[in-house]
T-cell receptor, first 113, second 113 residues
């Protein structure tokens, strides 16, 4: 049972570089989310996708773009990485909206130098 | 915008002592969820509360949702070393019509054997 799979697990970028964080779930969930977690802070919602074909901004969307490629996959793109984007990124999914349990991936630890 | 605060930020207890974390929202919530994150891990769903004044128990854990649906608490009786981690609440603003679940700042629990 894979659940929610994120790749890569670790990444170091130079300022200005771009990259895409991948997320896939095998639970047939409709909703998917991207969060970032900074030291000593809670999780802040970047973007979410309530269902296939829809995406919406969360609390901290600036500097990010997302693509809901299909029901299984939801990617997060950093077009021009900045040191302020150094964080741990978590992808999550749930059956419908957040009235149901959310399952998180293992996280991607991103450092921008 | 909606804000969810948790207190305390940190708590050190001796094994066997009780522990409580409080979650306070600036707006009325439709429901609230609690998650636990072990050090170096990802958030794992514990429970969801929906009704005003609701109380749920899971073994040594007791969860409460306030009458006004703006606050919640998690109480652990007789803590064990396995309870170590950060506990987060996550709430959705009532009538928001969105899927934005906002996480609290978290309470980091350390249990001293």
């Amino acid at each position: 049972n894979a659940g929610v799979t994120q790749t890569p697990k670790f990444q170091v970028l130079k300022t200005g570089q771009s990259m895409t964080l991948q997320c896939a779930q095998d639970m047939n969930h409709n909703s998917m989310y991207w969060y970032r977690q900074d030291p000593g802070m809670g999780l802040r919602l970047i973007y979410y996708s309530a269902s296939e074909g829809t995406t919406d901004k969360g609390e901290v969307p600036n500097g990010y773009n997302v693509s809901r490629l299909n029901k299984r996959e939801f990617s997060l793109r950093l077009e021009s990485a900045a040191p302020s984007q150094t964080s741990v990124y978590f992808c999550a999914s749930s059956w419908r909206d957040w009235g149901t349990e959310a399952f998180f991936g293992q996280g991607t630890r991103l450092t921008v130098v | 915008g909606q804000q969810v605060m948790q207190i305390p930020q940190y708590q050190h207890v001796q094994e066997g002592e009780d522990f409580t974390t409080y979650c306070n929202s600036s707006t009325t919530l439709s429901n609230i969820q609690w998650y636990k994150q072990r050090p170096g891990g990802h958030p794992v769903f514990l429970i969801q509360l929906v009704k005003s004044g609701e109380v749920k128990k899971q073994k040594r854990l007791t969860f409460q949702f306030g009458e006004a649906k703006k606050n919640s608490s998690l109480h652990i009786t007789a803590t064990q070393t396995t309870d170590v981690g950060t506990y987060f609440c996550a709430g959705r603003e009532a009538l928001s019509g969105t899927y934005k679940y906002i996480f609290g700042t978290g309470t980091r629990l350390k249990v001293l054997a």
